[in-house]
């Protein structure tokens, strides 16, 4: 199982939100390459990083922060927040981003999603973010009326690289993942799942593990890596051992 330690960008600043809430922020870092460098350094394989400003406005805003991560690792990087378009997509490839994570637009136009696969595949990963179970979009700003699992399922056969399942409920606030509904995802696709939200501690990794044969292929924590609660390395070495 993969760790994916997160790098959430607000205004150029590495942050965490609490319940994805912009005006509840935390700034962690002010300098996202460095951030990036110390997760690489730490043994990080992958990182996740997301443009939260351009989850929002619909269009890349964090740009050159993505830009400095981009510039100081050589690891792999997976990028979503902002990127409804293929010229974006191509755009953000073209720049050495590995793997872009599309939202809203595959609730919007999942042919458009479906077609990105085809033309870079193992590149493209689908992000659902759930409050109340339902798929939540536009930087969690608006829920649908779609199931995690219905919007899921659209994409079996697509090629997508992961689905990453995000509660909103749990993210930012530590009370530990929703297991049981991302157990459940991952049994009922074959899609790899990543899971989101609410990581607080070695244990939660543990449980996570445990549950790995259901089709959880890695996991992405945040705050609990920013408030010293989980070490990456430690982390890494839980869950490859």
Known sequence: MILFPAIDLKDGACVRLKLGLMDQATVF?????????????A??????????????????VNGAAVERILASVSVPVQLGGGIRDMDTIEMWLGKGVSRVILGTVALRN???????????????????????GKVA????????????????????????????????DRDGVLTGPNLAATAALARAISTPVIASGGVSSL????????????????????????DGRIDVAEAIRLLKD
Do not use: M
Request: with cysteine; proline share 4%; glycine share 10%.
């Open 43 to 60: 043994g990080a394989e992958w990182i996740h990083v997301v443009d939260l400003n351009g989850a929002f406005a619909g269009r890349p």
């Open 29 to 41: 870092n002010t300098d996202p390459g460095a951030q990036a460098a110390s997760f690489a350094a």
């Open 203 to 226: 244990y939660d990794l543990k449980a996570l593990k445990a549950e790995a044969d259901s089709g959880i292929a890695g996991v992405i924590s945040g705050r609990a890596i920013y």
């Open 110 to 132: 999942p042919e458009l999603v479906k077609d990105a696969c085809r033309r870079f595949p193992g590149r493209v990963a689908v992000g659902i973010d759930a409050k109340g």
């Open 137 to 168: 979009v536009e930087g969690w700003a608006e829920t649908s009326n779609l199931t995690v699992l219905e919007l899921a399922l659209k994409f079996e056969d697509a090629g997508v690289a992961a689905i990453i399942y995000t509660d909103i």
